[in-house]
């Protein structure tokens, strides 16, 4: 048997990194058991649908490199299976369910539904939910009810007829044998609304028969759905997939993630310069494990390796201390070449360089590359670290420029003295440039931290900055002389 698993998200939010854990584990479970990945976009709910959301879900998709294996053919490539182009399939198969006695017509208007939310949330009643008014209509009320609506233009609902006793067994792969008593489940659910589209319920086990997807690989969180898949697969006669619910994806408090947490969609990681590489690796290991030690996977390793009797049981602890520790290895293990190309939007987006860059601009980041890469966690942050290679420094508050045990004073007399330390910088090699601020340090009395501070500072305007010998020689003699001869006057 040839493994089928799909991803099959709906276009009504940003793409969650959960979400992305879910396509990651089906794509690498497809792949190690040289199975097909399907993509199938879950669009039935059209008051929450966005154009956005579903672009945002492609756009995730080709930034972590996941290609589907089938589907619809477009312009000589496949599309993702999309639902609403798909309905008149449920349907059809929504009407052969009330052909066989297990769906039936629902006439009820809303205001009759509501009124009973309504009476029910009053009265505290422990039957909640649809009361089943239509549920056994006689043949002839049926029929008389249907002509009523059409005559009208309208169509009724079709309703799943829930058994209304004993329970419901659904075997699940991680988690093992799940039951659900019947009446616990939300009584005789809309399978078909009146405007055409399926419900979620329907569309789901409709296209997972007919794609004969062998596995269903989702979150924990609907695990709740399933006794009622497995009902419905009953009435039509088929025979469920396996399903493996994913332990849910927590904060480092034990909480679900959420924005509370930090960022949370695909593509606010990606605008704040998470490589894919990092993320790939590291959400896949929120949850599975190939061993006790193994920590680094690329993409194709991870399409040999991962298997489902990896997967552990317990939440996932997303740790972002952790993915920007990952994403920085991940950069470091980067070309300088490539790293520099990868930088270039993030610089151009904070109107440090131009669009396309010019040969100078590309030249003063080539230059940057080695004196940054050690530092950088996620690639925005090169904005910040090198503008004053870019745009002027201005020390507005001269107070940064004095050392932890300094004062006014003597920092005016070390920048003075720096200035002139500034001009013959360029004529000595970085050892014999230390061998004198050593001995200017020794001879006042002071650390040599006491003399590179307000040099630092002067240079580039802030306290942290790349090694600052390497970034004087970078930014030149002129510029970095006047920059010091400028804090200097200051005082």
Not at 468 to 480: N, P, Y
């Amino acid at each position: 048997m040839t493994t089928r698993v799909r991803y099959a998200p709906s276009p009504t939010g940003l793409q969650h990194i959960g979400g992305v854990r879910t396509a990651l584990f089906n794509y690498f479970f497809a792949k190690s058991t040289g199975g097909r990945f399907i993509l199938r976009v879950e669009d039935t709910d059209r008051e929450r649908y966005s154009d956005e959301s579903l672009q945002d879900l492609f756009d995730t998709m080709n930034w972590l490199g996941l290609d589907w294996d089938e589907g619809p053919e477009k312009g000589g490539a496949y599309g993702p299976y999309i639902q609403s182009e798909r309905s008149e399939i449920y349907r059809r198969y929504a009407h052969k369910l009330v052909e066989k006695g297990y769906a039936y017509y629902c006439f009820c208007s809303e205001e009759r539904l509501e009124a009973l939310r309504e009476e029910q949330k009053n009265s505290k009643s422990d039957h909640q939910g649809y009361d089943r008014h239509c549920r056994d209509l006689s043949p002839e009320e049926q029929n008389a009810k249907l002509k009523e609506f059409r005559d009208a233009g309208k169509e009724p609902v079709i309703r799943f007829k829930l058994p209304l006793s004993g329970a419901t067994v659904m075997e699940d792969l991680l988690f093992g044998k799940i039951t659900r008593k019947n009446s616990d489940i939300s009584p005789d659910p809309v399978l078909l609304k009146s405007d055409g589209f399926p419900t979620y319920h329907l569309a789901n086990v409709i296209d997972d028969h007919l794609m004969e997807i062998t596995h269903i690989l989702r979150a924990q969180e609907w695990i709740p759905t399933g006794p009622l898949h497995v009902l419905l697969y009953r009435a039509f006669g088929w025979e469920p997939p396996k399903y493996c619910h994913l332990p849910m994806v927590m904060g480092k408090d034990g909480q679900k993630l959420s924005k509370r947490h930090g960022s949370t969609s695909a593509r606010e990681f990606r605008e704040s310069g998470y490589l894919p590489e990092a993320i790939i690796n590291y959400v896949t290991m929120v949850g599975w494990s190939y061993d006790d030690k193994t920590e680094f996977f690329t993409k194709e390793e991870l399409e040999k390796v991962f298997s489902l009797e990896k997967i552990n049981k317990a939440p996932g602890v997303f740790d972002y201390k952790k993915l920007d520790w990952f994403n920085g290895q991940y950069i470091r293990k980067l070309s300088p070449e490539d790293l520099a190309a990868r930088l270039m939007p993030y610089l151009q987006k904070a109107g440090l360089c131009s669009d396309p860059a010019t040969e100078k601009e590309k030249a003063i980041l080539a230059g940057a590359v080695p004196l940054v890469r050690e530092r950088l966690k996620k690639l925005s942050d090169i904005s910040e670290m090198i503008r004053f290679l870019f745009k002027g420094v201005s020390v507005d508050d001269k107070t940064i420029l004095i050392p932890k045990n300094g004062t006014p004073e003597t920092t005016a007399d070390i920048l003075r003295w720096l200035a002139g330390y500034t001009e013959a910088f360029f004529d000595r090699s970085d050892e014999e440039n230390e061998a004198v601020l050593r001995a200017e340090a020794e001879k006042r009395g002071v650390k040599i931290g006491d003399l590179l501070h307000p040099l630092r500072v002067a240079v580039t305007g802030t306290p942290v900055s790349p090694p600052i010998f390497e970034t004087m020689r970078l930014i030149g003699k002129e510029t970095s002389s006047e920059r010091v001869r400028r804090a200097a006057g200051l005082f």
